[in-house]
């Protein structure tokens, strides 16, 4: 009977531990549920163009839009919201319901307009999605001008300063800033006259009213392939598809500046989740990159720089402090 009894205890000391290690496994931790997936989304999604349409970001939009939409699942809709050069369509956009069906494409103008005092819009007001779009200026003469190169060019600028005639789209707009600051790299002075707009000043350029233009590949591009103007360089890191064989201003001068010009891409109000933007970021970078869509930038001259969130935050972070110091620097902010 006892030993009975002994093994009776043992058994029950032994089914005790056993119950309580698991069978040697130690106590397992109640699963946490998992977070739910997101449904996103689940209808059409707006795009907010702060311009006219027709415009070349208006179309860049749309070329975007129908690229991405077999991404996205679901249509993408253009909205044109006009007025204030872009602030109108920004303030729209930044304060939109932040849940992913409202996006902006956002431009250069952006990060100008406040400094200029012409907008209360800032960057920070929206949460990046995809950078689209960048273009370098092109430093253009006439054809017969007497450089044969920017290094020569800019050689006679320094000795002749205020005497060579700039023409751009007007005070503080971003081809002005562009020649500012090759202006401030170089140590040269130009002589800035303002037009209605690049087009205008192209044409100015043509008929010899103004010596050179800072201006993009795409609004020179015609006139250069049919011998009316000359190219000399491309401000920026690397040559322009559009304008093959024109080196860059650091490689012909040796001179570094800053990258000045206008970019495009998309973005949502800053309080959007995180994970329904990375669903936009996913699919418009994917429509981007759409051999529709890359035709569509090569033929119409424009730079096609697809970036992330995270890339076109720093790019926009960037044009922000740069504009701040050129504007004030010019005394172009009105208080």
Same mark, same amino acid.
């Given at each position: 009977?006892?030993n009975?009894f002994?093994t009776v205890i043992?058994?029950?000391?032994?089914?005790?531990?056993?119950?309580l290690t698991?069978?040697?496994?130690?106590?397992?931790?109640e699963a946490?549920? /998992?977070?739910?997936k997101v449904?996103f989304?689940t209808?059409a999604v707006t795009?907010?163009?702060p311009?006219?349409?027709g415009?070349g970001?208006d179309?860049?939009?749309?070329?975007?839009?129908?690229a991405?939409?077999?991404?996205?699942g679901?249509?993408?809709v253009?909205?044109? +919201?006009?007025?204030g050069?872009?602030?109108v369509?920004?303030? /729209?956009?930044?304060t939109?319901?932040?849940?992913g069906?409202t996006?902006?494409?956002?431009?250069? /103008?952006?990060?100008?307009?406040?400094?200029?005092?012409?907008?209360?819009?800032?960057y920070?007001d929206f949460k990046?999605i995809?950078?689209i779009n960048?273009? %370098?200026?092109?430093?253009t003469?006439?054809?017969?001008?007497?450089?044969?190169?920017?290094?020569e *060019? $800019?050689?006679y600028?320094?000795a002749?300063?205020d005497?060579? +005639?700039?023409?751009n789209?007007g005070?503080?707009?971003?081809?002005?800033?562009?020649?500012?600051?090759v202006?401030?790299?170089?140590?040269?002075?130009?002589?800035?006259?303002?037009f209605d707009?690049a087009? %205008?000043?192209?044409i100015?350029?043509m008929?010899g009213?103004v010596?050179?233009?800072?201006v993009?590949p795409a609004?020179?591009? @015609?006139?250069? /392939?049919a011998?009316?103007?000359?190219t000399?360089a491309?401000?920026?890191?690397k040559? !322009?598809?559009?304008?093959?064989?024109?080196k860059t201003f650091e490689?012909e001068?040796?001179?570094?500046t800053?990258f000045?010009?206008?970019?495009?891409?998309l973005?949502?109000?800053?309080?959007t989740?995180?994970?329904?933007a990375?669903?936009l970021t996913?699919? *418009?970078?994917?429509?981007?990159?759409?051999?529709? *869509?890359?035709?569509? $930038?090569?033929?119409?001259?424009l730079?096609?720089?697809?970036?992330?969130g995270?890339?076109?935050?720093k790019?926009? !972070?960037d044009?922000?402090?740069?504009? @701040?110091?050129m504007?004030?620097t010019?005394?172009?902010?009105k208080k």
């Amino acid at each position: 009977m006892r030993n009975n009894f002994k093994t009776v205890i043992a058994a029950a000391a032994l089914s005790g531990i056993l119950a309580l290690t698991g069978c040697g496994g130690g106590a397992k931790p109640e699963a946490k549920p /998992e977070a739910p997936k997101v449904t996103f989304p689940t209808k059409a999604v707006t795009i907010i163009v702060p311009y006219a349409a027709g415009g070349g970001t208006d179309l860049t939009a749309r070329a975007l839009a129908k690229a991405s939409e077999k991404h996205l699942g679901k249509p993408v809709v253009i909205v044109n +919201k006009t007025g204030g050069g872009g602030a109108v369509g920004f303030n /729209e956009g930044s304060t939109a319901k932040p849940d992913g069906y409202t996006v902006t494409m956002v431009t250069v /103008e952006l990060t100008t307009l406040r400094h200029l005092g012409l907008a209360t819009s800032n960057y920070r007001d929206f949460k990046a999605i995809a950078q689209i779009n960048f273009d %370098p200026s092109a430093i253009t003469v006439k054809v017969d001008a007497p450089w044969k190169n920017a290094k020569e *060019f $800019m050689e006679y600028v320094k000795a002749h300063p205020d005497q060579v +005639k700039e023409g751009n789209s007007g005070p503080g707009s971003i081809w002005h800033l562009s020649a500012v600051g090759v202006e401030k790299a170089a140590g040269v002075k130009f002589t800035h006259v303002p037009f209605d707009g690049a087009a %205008p000043a192209v044409i100015a350029l043509m008929g010899g009213h103004v010596d050179v233009v800072f201006v993009s590949p795409a609004e020179v591009k @015609a006139q250069v /392939e049919a011998g009316k103007i000359r190219t000399l360089a491309i401000v920026d890191s690397k040559p !322009s598809d559009a304008l093959p064989g024109v080196k860059t201003f650091e490689e012909e001068t040796g001179v570094k500046t800053t990258f000045v010009g206008p970019w495009r891409g998309l973005c949502v109000p800053k309080d959007t989740p995180d994970d329904i933007a990375k669903i936009l970021t996913d699919a *418009f970078m994917k429509g981007a990159n759409e051999p529709e *869509f890359k035709d569509y $930038m090569k033929k119409n001259g424009l730079g096609l720089v697809v970036k992330d969130g995270a890339g076109f935050t720093k790019q926009m !972070s960037d044009s922000d402090a740069s504009f @701040a110091e050129m504007v004030q620097t010019l005394g172009l902010n009105k208080k």
